[in-house]
């Protein structure tokens, strides 16, 4: 998805490189954004989870309905995954050059 934002967004990123925006802050600006949605899914499935445990109590053997480890682990995994998986197209995106970044369209 944060690729898709950088390919639909190369001429604003052009521009703003164009204007004296730094490198890093065009890669703060995707990266912030992948980990704010990736944040807002952990939330909501943190939640989901927690109330579907009274649910599934029947068929969990020898674990506990709120796992401590486990919701504590998830999230922290999905955020490295999301952290890395947004700035790799953050890291492209801050190396355009704004020429030829107006020039594409």
Known sequence: MIAFAVS???REI???LA???QTR???NMFVR???LLCAVGIAIGLG???GLTRLMTAVLFGVAPIDGLTFAAVPVALLAAAALSCYIPAR???TVDPV???RTE
């Open 19 to 21: 204007l004296g925006a």
């Open 25 to 27: 802050e065009v890669r």
């Open 8 to 10: 639909q967004r190369t």
């Open 33 to 35: 954004h992948g980990l």
């Open 100 to 102: 030829e970044a107006m």
């Open 92 to 94: 492209r995106a801050s």
């Open 48 to 50: 989901a989870a927690v």
């Open 14 to 16: 052009g521009i703003r």
